[in-house]
């Protein structure tokens, strides 16, 4: 088995860093409840009724061709990808930074969602007036 040191630690070629899956499904609580089902509910009732639409193109176009069902791949895919970082972040000590990145990820799932029961409920989007006043749309 081959053995390399980084800044005092030993790993080998096989990842064998700790990892616990109940203590990362704790951490991402909120971005499981926001990001992922909160926004998935609320954007395919949204579509589904005719009272919004997808406004991310890429996302829109490959509703278009594959259906909703890619929206959940593609949450699906995120989760897997942030696990991984949860699993870098935190054996490599970088707890803060973990920390700092969920949250963020927290409260831009909350924007999200209230952006898109706005939406549902007839008052229309903040986020795409914010974006037209800086001329993003």
């Known amino acids: 088995m081959n053995l390399f040191r980084v800044e005092g630690l ?3 070629n096989v990842l064998s860093w700790h990892v616990n899956i ?3 499904c704790y951490d991402i ?4 409840f926001f990001y992922v089902l909160g926004d998935l509910l609320t954007t395919f009732f949204a579509i589904e009724t005719g009272i919004g639409y997808e406004a991310n193109f890429i996302i829109a176009s490959l509703i278009d061709i594959y259906g ?8 699906l895919i995120f989760l897997f990808l942030l696990f ?11 707890n803060a930074l973990w920390v700092l990145g969920r949250q963020i990820i927290s409260f831009m799932g909350l924007i999200i969602v209230v ?10 989007s903040p986020l795409q007036l914010m974006c037209a006043a800086m001329g993003l749309f």
Not at 29 to 32: D, G, V
Not at 86 to 92: A, E, F, G, Q, V
Request: glycine share 8%.
């Open 10 to 12: 030993v790993y080998s």
């Open 22 to 24: 109940r203590d990362f």
């Open 29 to 32: 609580r909120y971005i499981l």
């Open 68 to 75: 909703f069902m890619v929206v959940a791949v593609i949450k």
């Open 84 to 94: 991984i970082e949860y699993t870098y972040l935190t054996n490599m000590g970088h």
């Open 115 to 124: 952006n898109n029961m706005l939406v549902i409920y007839g008052i229309g």
